[in-house]
Every structure is written in C-alpha cells, then in structure tokens.
C-alpha cells in the first residue's frame, strides 16, 4: 500500500475578526508551531498572528495549491464566513490537533 501525503490549507488570526493568514503545509502541527514560536521571520509574526482558526486537508498537493490561491483572492467577507462555518468560537485548534 502506498503512503499517501496529507496537505493543509489553513487560516491563522491575531484575535477574533482580526488579521488573517492563509498558509499551506504538508505538516500542520509543526508549521503552526513554527508561526507560534515566532522562528517564521515575516507577515505571522510582524503582525502577531497564532491563532489556527481553520483547516482543511487534501491528499491531492495541486488542489491543495488551488484551494490556497482561491481563497487568498477571497474577499475579507468570504474569509470571516469561512471560519465562523468552520469554527464558530473562533478557538485556537492548535491544541485539538493533539
């Protein structure tokens, strides 16, 4: 049987309906990690955003690419539905990836 990869797509948010991220990873924990700890030099951590408030995944990289751009091009609006779909609490789902 062969291994299949698993990809993420995923938003961070500095705080409820603050700003967000979207990122794409092969290894969700350790890229939330990453922008947690502040090691990622950049957007996450010049505006101080750690909070993963959506995900999804896929076993196909190229829509998993697709999906990222698409919803980079989302409309604020979009991106806020999303999440309260998604996670109407807007919890921190780092800790229940464990």
């Known amino acids: 049987m062969k291994y299949e990869k698993e990809y993420f797509v995923y938003i961070l948010a500095s ?3 603050g700003t967000l991220y979207i990122g794409l990873t092969n290894n969700l924990i350790r890229r939330v990690s ?3 700890s502040g090691i990622i030099k950049g957007f996450t951590k010049k505006y ?3 909070m993963l ?3 999804e ?3 196909d990289i190229f829509s998993a690419i697709t999906r990222e751009k698409q919803m980079k091009k989302w409309n604020r609006k979009w991106k806020l539905e999303l999440i309260e779909k998604f996670n109407p609490n807007w919890e921190d789902l780092y800790y229940k990836l464990f």
């Open 57 to 59: 995944s896929t076993n």
């Open 53 to 55: 408030v959506y995900y």
């Open 15 to 17: 705080y409820r309906n």
């Open 34 to 36: 990453e922008h947690k």
């Open 48 to 50: 101080n955003i750690k």
